[in-house]
């Protein structure tokens, strides 16, 4: 919220600049306009200046004491009294702006008081004028000066509303994420790591099972290596989905933690040895994939790191659901100055038909392809997806880094 000009000029920290524009205001009027005559006069000046320049730190003090002042210069005929008056009106303005209550009702019954004096042989026949004057002279500033100070009073208290409306706003919004990244957790834990965890538990029966079936009574196993290299890498599979449920479970569940979509898997470092696992992973189930990761990559921030593991896991998928185990495919990931490009590519294998478009939700009609827009999308990236020139299918991403990427560590 903007501050408005009577709260930046009349700020409290600001009163000894104004003390000093208000003496430099006058000792000018003092040498241009309205100049003493004689000793009298510029002694009375003189003190009437340091008394504005005092008013900095103790100014009802200083307004009780120009009041003073002003009788003296009346009574003594100077012809300073009028620019004696205005420093005594400026300073009972200055009273009125720094606070309410007591003390600008006492400085303004002293410069009242002043006035009243000054005029006091008019009295008792001039009763009404020296009133109407006293209380101009002293009500004015008092007025000004107080619709000022509260003026900068409202903003505070408007500024000071806003803020707790904003601080309302995001507690909300944070307890409202808090609770549907609660609900999602429980989604999670109960159905989806319930599920995993059952398959894992079965895939390691089977194992045990096919290998004592096989060996027969007392006889030696002949179990085929490839069941055994499939249940193998169906239980290490399962383990690793297992493992990153329970701990995105934990980073949802985490109060005041980061985002889900900010935290990542991915232990500082470790990306290129993660997608060297991921790509061995898919070697297993049978497309032949031949990887090239630029080391520099281990130096990403978290969340491109993770951006980066999730392209690579999604686009690897693809290749094997639909290209089948016969492909191959080509995958390269560089840091070139300020950005991370990831090239996928695959010769369509036995599975994937002659070129043709995409459905929207990505290849059959899953939200794969629209995950890995979106999350690029998110990190100021480019994806482009489609049939390759002859066959198969390719994959392009394009993310900014955050920051230089320092060079691997050996």
Same mark, same amino acid.
Request: with cysteine; net charge positive; hydrophobic share 50%.
């Given at each position: 919220?903007?501050?408005?000009?009577?709260?930046l000029?009349?700020?409290?920290? @600001?009163?000894?600049?104004?003390?000093?524009?208000?003496?430099?205001?006058? &000792?000018?009027?003092?040498?241009?306009?309205?100049q003493?005559?004689g000793?009298g006069?510029?002694a009375?000046?003189?003190v009437?200046?340091? +008394?504005? %320049?005092?008013?900095?730190?103790?100014?009802?003090?200083?307004?009780?004491?120009?009041?003073?002042? +002003?009788?003296?210069?009346?009574?003594?005929?100077?012809g300073?009294?009028?620019?004696?008056k205005?420093?005594?009106?400026?300073?009972?303005?200055?009273?009125a702006?720094r606070?309410?209550?007591?003390?600008?009702?006492?400085?303004?019954?002293?410069?009242?008081?002043?006035?009243?004096?000054?005029?006091?042989?008019?009295?008792?026949?001039? %009763?009404?004028?020296?009133?109407?004057?006293?209380?101009?002279?002293?009500?004015?500033? +008092?007025?000004?000066?107080?619709?000022?100070?509260?003026?900068r !009073?409202? /903003?505070?208290?408007?500024? !000071?509303?806003?803020?707790?409306?904003?601080? @309302?706003?995001?507690?909300?919004?944070?307890?409202?994420?808090?609770?549907?990244?609660?609900?999602?957790?429980? !989604?999670?834990?109960?159905?989806?790591?319930?599920?995993?965890s059952?398959?894992? %538990?079965?895939?390691?029966?089977?194992?045990?099972?096919?290998?004592?079936?096989? /060996?027969?009574?007392?006889?030696?196993?002949?179990?085929?290596?490839?069941?055994?290299?499939?249940?193998?890498?169906?239980?290490?599979?399962?383990?690793? /989905?297992?493992?990153?449920l329970?701990?995105?479970v934990?980073?949802?569940?985490?109060?005041?933690?980061?985002?889900?979509?900010?935290?990542? +898997?991915?232990?500082?470092?470790?990306?290129? &040895?993660?997608?060297?696992?991921?790509? /061995?992973?898919?070697?297993?189930?049978g497309?032949?994939?031949?990887?090239?990761?630029?080391?520099?990559?281990?130096?990403?921030?978290?969340?491109?790191?993770?951006?980066? %593991?999730?392209?690579?896991?999604?686009?690897?998928?693809?290749?094997?659901?639909? &290209?089948?185990?016969?492909?191959?495919?080509?995958?390269?990931?560089?840091?070139?100055?300020?950005?991370?490009?990831?090239?996928?590519?695959?010769d369509?294998?036995?599975?994937?038909p002659?070129?043709?478009?995409?459905?929207?939700?990505? !290849?059959?009609?899953?939200?794969?392809?629209i995950?890995?827009?979106?999350?690029?999308a998110?990190?100021?990236?480019?994806?482009?997806?489609?049939?390759?020139?002859?066959?198969?299918?390719?994959?392009?991403?394009?993310?900014?880094?955050?920051?230089?990427?320092?060079?691997?560590?050996?």
């Amino acid at each position: 919220m903007n501050r408005p000009w009577t709260d930046l000029v009349f700020d409290d920290r @600001r009163r000894g600049v104004r003390a000093l524009v208000y003496t430099a205001a006058s &000792a000018t009027d003092f040498v241009l306009v309205r100049q003493p005559a004689g000793a009298g006069d510029r002694a009375l000046a003189a003190v009437g200046l340091l +008394l504005c %320049l005092a008013g900095w730190r103790w100014a009802l003090t200083v307004l009780v004491a120009q009041s003073a002042l +002003l009788v003296a210069a009346h009574s003594a005929g100077s012809g300073i009294v009028p620019s004696l008056k205005v420093l005594a009106v400026v300073t009972l303005f200055e009273v009125a702006v720094r606070g309410r209550g007591r003390a600008p009702s006492v400085g303004c019954g002293a410069l009242a008081l002043a006035v009243v004096l000054n005029r006091f042989g008019d009295l008792p026949g001039g %009763l009404a004028p020296v009133l109407f004057k006293a209380a101009l002279v002293a009500g004015l500033p +008092l007025f000004l000066g107080s619709y000022v100070r509260m003026s900068r !009073e409202a /903003a505070a208290h408007a500024r !000071e509303q806003a803020a707790r409306r904003a601080l @309302r706003a995001e507690q909300e919004t944070a307890a409202a994420r808090a609770a549907e990244r609660a609900a999602i957790a429980r !989604e999670l834990h109960d159905l989806v790591a319930h599920h995993v965890s059952s398959m894992v %538990l079965r895939v390691g029966v089977a194992r045990h099972v096919v290998t004592a079936t096989a /060996a027969g009574p007392g006889g030696d196993a002949v179990t085929d290596p490839r069941i055994s290299g499939v249940l193998d890498d169906l239980h290490s599979s399962g383990q690793a /989905a297992l493992a990153d449920l329970r701990r995105l479970v934990a980073v949802l569940r985490a109060p005041g933690g980061a985002e889900p979509g900010t935290a990542s +898997l991915v232990s500082d470092g470790a990306l290129p &040895a993660v997608l060297a696992a991921v790509v /061995a992973r898919t070697g297993r189930a049978g497309p032949a994939v031949t990887a090239s990761v630029d080391p520099a990559v281990a130096g990403l921030d978290a969340v491109r790191a993770l951006a980066v %593991l999730r392209l690579v896991q999604e686009g690897l998928a693809n290749v094997a659901r639909h &290209a089948g185990p016969s492909a191959r495919a080509e995958l390269a990931v560089r840091v070139d100055g300020g950005t991370v490009r990831l090239t996928l590519r695959d010769d369509g294998g036995d599975g994937r038909p002659e070129p043709a478009a995409p459905d929207p939700g990505g !290849e059959g009609g899953g939200h794969g392809l629209i995950g890995m827009r979106e999350r690029v999308a998110l990190l100021g990236g480019t994806l482009d997806a489609g049939p390759g020139t002859d066959r198969g299918w390719r994959l392009t991403a394009v993310l900014p880094v955050a920051a230089p990427v320092p060079e691997p560590r050996p």
